[in-house]
Nanobody, 123 residues
Framework: QVQLVESGGGLVQAGGSLRLSCVASGRTFSSYGMGWFRQAPGKEREFVALISWIDGSTYYADSVKGRFTISRDNAKNTLYLQMNSLKPEDTAVYYC????????????????WGQGTQVTVSS
């Protein structure tokens, strides 16, 4: 099993910044993708960003490209999401997740999920 614990959410004004963290523990894999997803009230969970733990390749949703940056610290088993120029439409619960052996955008490919952290952006 893999345990994921997110932190760093909160309330911020539009145009502000937040950095989310996700600490992973438990089982490890030879290759996998780690991603950030978000879910707003009444909406489906959507892809935000992901990173290949092996080579560091990154991928972003068009809605956050240029504003958000995903990164990892292998030594700390920690995933980050730096969010700048936040907009009210970024308001959601943000989840980190692990996809063993695959680097894909679909949330259905992710087997392990954190509990989520709330991000609220006021206008």
């Amino acid at each position: 099993q893999v345990q994921l614990v997110e932190s760093g959410g909160g309330l911020v004004q539009a145009g502000g910044s937040l950095r989310l963290s996700c600490v992973a523990s438990g089982r490890t894999f030879s290759s996998y993708g780690m991603g950030w997803f978000r879910q707003a009230p009444g909406k489906e969970r959507e892809f935000v960003a992901l990173i290949s733990w092996i080579d560091g390749s990154t991928y972003y949703a068009d809605s956050v490209k240029g504003r958000f940056t995903i990164s990892r610290d292998n030594a700390k088993n920690t995933l980050y999401l730096q969010m700048n120029s936040l907009k009210p439409e970024d308001t959601a619960v943000y989840y980190c997740a692990v996809s063993p052996g695959r680097v894909v955008r679909s949330p259905t490919a992710y087997d392990y999920w954190g509990q989520g952290t709330q991000v609220t952006v006021s206008s």
